[in-house]
């Protein structure tokens, strides 16, 4: 009888240190100075899902379906002429429409950090100003038109799901957004 209670004790010694010492570990990460007044002078903006057509030799092939999030200055977007979701939609139609910047046929040819990095660049530069600091691309996905033509018709014949975008390095647009930021911004513009 004896040895089973110092069993149990020895158990509830062990899970309780085992506990302690694994909260400490997974506790969050301590930013510096600069890292945190970074992120307090930023918001996060989530993105909407925006279908944005794919055009080759004078006809629509397909769509993409894109979900982009941003990282922005707070300072910028109280000074945006429109709302940043409209903004960044514009953008993307002009990046996207028309050009060979995602080649459906080629897709090993895609950047995913490049896709990015014009995104950003392309919108400060509509801006005139340094306003969007990240750009969070949650879904990238190509749809093509006889999918879209058989779903909407009601066709009971199987279509391919969604075909996610790879890039020429194995990356597969999947951003998270932080859920944390996704709470504190609470009001989105």
Same mark, same amino acid.
């Given at each position: 009888?004896?040895?089973?209670?110092? *069993?149990?004790?020895?158990?509830?010694?062990?899970?309780?240190? =085992?506990?302690?010492?694994?909260?400490?570990?997974?506790?969050?990460?301590?930013?510096?100075?600069?890292?945190?007044?970074?992120?307090? =002078?930023?918001?996060?903006?989530?993105?909407?899902?925006?279908?944005?057509?794919?055009?080759?030799?004078?006809?629509?092939?397909?769509?993409?379906?894109?979900?982009?999030?941003?990282?922005?200055?707070r300072e910028g977007i109280?000074?945006?002429?429109?709302?940043? $979701?409209?903004?960044? *939609?514009?953008?993307?139609?002009?990046?996207?429409?028309?050009?060979?910047?995602?080649?459906?046929?080629? *897709?090993? =040819?895609?950047?995913?950090?490049?896709?990015?990095?014009? /995104?950003?660049?392309?919108?400060?530069?509509?801006?005139? $100003?340094? /306003?969007? *600091?990240?750009? +969070?691309?949650?879904?990238?996905?190509? +749809?093509?038109?006889?999918?879209?033509?058989?779903?909407?018709?009601?066709?009971?014949?199987?279509?391919?799901?969604?075909?996610?975008?790879?890039?020429?390095?194995?990356?597969?647009?999947?951003?998270?957004?932080?859920?944390?930021?996704?709470?504190?911004?609470?009001? /989105?513009?």
């Open positions: 009888m004896l040895k089973l209670l110092f *069993t149990g004790v020895w158990v509830c010694a062990v899970t309780l240190g =085992s506990v302690y010492f694994s909260m400490q570990y997974a506790s969050a990460p301590v930013l510096s100075d600069a890292e945190a007044e970074r992120r307090a =002078s930023e918001e996060y903006v989530p993105g909407e899902i925006v279908t944005v057509p794919v055009i080759k030799d004078g006809a629509v092939q397909g769509y993409f379906l894109a979900k982009l999030s941003f990282s922005a200055k109280a000074k945006l002429h429109a709302p940043l $979701r409209q903004l960044v *939609t514009d953008e993307l139609y002009d990046l996207l429409v028309g050009s060979k910047f995602i080649d459906v046929a080629d *897709t090993g =040819s895609f950047d995913l950090p490049h896709f990015k990095l014009q /995104v950003k660049d392309g919108l400060n530069g509509k801006l005139g $100003r340094e /306003v969007i *600091t990240e750009v +969070l691309v949650e879904q990238l996905e190509y +749809l093509s038109k006889l999918d879209v033509e058989r779903a909407s018709s009601g066709q009971a014949i199987a279509y391919d799901k969604p075909a996610p975008v790879v890039d020429r390095n194995g990356n597969v647009a999947a951003d998270k957004l932080p859920e944390a930021a996704v709470k504190a911004s609470g009001s /989105v513009h």
